[in-house]
């Protein structure tokens, strides 16, 4: 196997805000890389600083330190080019749901024919035609969090970025929607970087999993997880499948220590 | 546990139909049954006060002869002529008001620090009195149409920029921050987020600004002018004719409500996301 080309590299990002006591180091010098149409999860101990990470490159947060490198070039950001599901849905309340997968194409300007058109085929293939006019309000959690799902990818981003996407839902809803994800992922070859709280879904649905350290965070340990198949029920019948989750329960063992 | 539940569901349930029994008038129908009742009632009570001498109509008027009134009004028109004055004065500096207020505020939102350098200015404009610079705007816009129009502006304005400048500020940030992140320009964002969810306070101003209108054009025609409920009143109230007080009391408030329904419906119209669905949800 070649070794594979790095897509993105986050080196030496650094991140404090400012707080009561004076500044809180919420990122301590963060590197590690993403490849093309890698899958990456991020796991760590609640508010470690995993959002921030994402914010900073989505160019919402600027970092202290540190830089990152777009395809072998140092960049601020690469707001305009993620594609981010924040941890709300955060469907806009007075848009049809039609109206919410349009909202990164209008931002982009494309022809609104066909935009419109490229908005109901995303709807149609993500089992979603019949609900363009229905406002968000009257969706179920987990349709709400396909709507946004679909307005992520409608945009074609290079990368996705995913906080914790499927957090609020059930599990059978969660399944459900990891295997929609893995199959758009596999369609539209995209590089996904997924934080979870989940280790059973960092492992079965990801390459790679990065783990990080308390506050402030550091890389603790990257793992690459050789499982046959990225799906979510084949991949947790997997023999390694536990061996993996075992491994990655124990990095994070001081959180569940701390809270037992 | 569950036969805890059980019963507490169960005596929830017999409690509700129990008040669904008793509350027969609880419904549109018979809401207004009982609406124009206490209203029929209030009315023959107040005649028949002043008929037995238990209150002197003198003072307090009659209603069989506002009525008279009334109809002596709407007989050679000048109910309508008056009333349309008024409305018009009101609705001019409603709209007005409204339009140069949210505009104002919500373009405060563009720049944190103008809107910072002026808060404390239209903080102290806010806490004027408005009705005390009536003579000053007569003086300043004549005796006509234009000085009433301006008093309504005046009261309208403030309450919708603070309002608009209020909402804009307290958008939600991650819906911000989600178009940002999708490259979206401050002038996107203003008109994708900022706009669309500082629309519901605006409406919400609607409501109160009517009524602030309506007491812009009739002060503005106390203090002078040729036409007018307001005139019709102030008129009627130095002959001491109360029930001439009265009509155009009572015409007053019925324009008052009429605009009142009127904002009702544009609300579901403009907002129709807010609109209750009964509380259904689709599911697939
Ligand atoms: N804009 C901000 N201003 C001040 N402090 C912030 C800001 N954003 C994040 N923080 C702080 O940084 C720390 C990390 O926050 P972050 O949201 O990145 O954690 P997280 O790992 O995503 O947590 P969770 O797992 O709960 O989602 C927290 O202590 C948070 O309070
Ligand atoms: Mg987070």
Redesign the interface.
Known sequence: MSSPKVQLRLNGIRKSFPGKQGPTQVLDGLTFDIHERDFVSIIGPSGCGKTTVF?II???VDPDEGMLMYRGQEVDSL????G?M?Q?D?L?????VLDNVL??L???GVDPRQAMDTAREYLSTF??SG?EN??P????GG?RQRVALIRTLV?DPDILLLDEPFSALDYQTRLYLEGILMEAVETFHKTVILVTHDIDEAVALSKRVVVLSQRPARVKAVHDIALNEHSPIAARSDPRFSSYFNTLCAELDIQTRASA | MTEMAQLAKTSVRRHLRASKRRNVFDSTAGRSALQILAVVAFFLLWEVAVRMEWLNAFLVGQPSGVLHVLVSMVADGSLFVDTGYTVFEAILGFAFGTVIGSVIGLTLWYSAFVARLVEPFIAAINSVPKIALAPIIILWFGTGLTSKVALAISLTSIVALITAYQAAKDADKDLQALLFSMGASKHQIFKRVITPSTLPAIIATFRINIGFALVGAVVGEFISSQHGLGHVIYVASSLYDLNTVWAGLFTLMLVGFLFYQMVEVTEQRLLPWKQQMGGTQINV
């Open positions: 914010n989505a160019g919402l707001r305009g080019k993620v981010y924040m709300k955060l806009f309340p007075w848009r049809t909202l990164g209008e931002t982009k089992g979603l609900f229905a406002y309000k009257m969706l179920s349709m945009l």
